[in-house]
């Protein structure tokens, strides 16, 4: 992996590149937040953990690739998610046999060491993206893992792999109740509604656009959260192409699948985090 790659969604924020695609990566104004497009429309904000992952071919084959350590400062608008953090790195799970996988929403992972400087990350999905949403059920800690607060999970599908990069939102500002199931449906709803509207952005056959006029609207769709693995489906969406070659080629050095289904009577125990690749 070259010295300059970054993780998919994600990269060091540089304020003396001009030259930066805002299309993939977001602008950073002079106090360093979210830069608004022209009549972009702010539809909330908060702090929360983020973490990235690629998915494999089914849900339970999850790999954690990256995490923003503490709270994540994350803006939804009408068209897009966008986040920025700064004063820290960006860190990433340790390589080796003797790194242990740890759940999702603690963001306690072996970290390198912190690097000299005050570093700002910023990174975004745009609603052309995500292909479907996904809520992860709270859990109560056991023996061999914390306790874990409902995380939402955006899922975009990429060219020429099966591999599938997803953004986590958990704890802050989701962490009382109701509050992640909140954001999620604020999400979908922005998400249909952009596409409806952006007939030039994405292309749209007649049962595609009857199904976003339903996630445009009111209804909760709780068969599809009462199942994570289902999730709600977002047609139209827009394949994510790798900047980076490691994206496709390199392996994780030891995965773990998640979620991992319990036994009938029991709760399905989600996301426990396998060894990181390298992203771009």
Known sequence: MSTDASPFFIRPHRFDDPGEDDRTYPRLDGRRQIALDASERVLWRGRVGLSGYLLGPRMGNGVLHWSLPGRVEVTVTDRRLAFVREGSHLERVAAGADADPEPLSTGRHRRRPPRAGNRVAA??????WPSRLHLLPAAAATAYA??????????????????????ALAGGDLGTPGAARDLLHLVR???????????GTVELSPPERDALTSR????????ELADPDR?????GSLVIEFLHRDDYYRRAARSQPSPTRAPRTG???????????SAS
């Open 123 to 128: 990174g975004q999905v745009r609603w052309q």
């Open 146 to 167: 914390p306790a874990r607060p409902e995380q939402v999970l955006l899922v975009c599908d990429s060219l020429r792999t099966i591999r599938q990069p997803a953004l």
């Open 189 to 199: 709803r922005a998400i249909a509604r952009f596409r409806l509207a952006h007939s």
């Open 216 to 223: 445009a609207g009111s209804r909760l769709f709780a068969d």
């Open 231 to 235: 999730g709600i489906q977002l047609p």
């Open 267 to 277: 709760t399905p125990e989600y996301w426990r985090s396998g060894q990181p690749g």
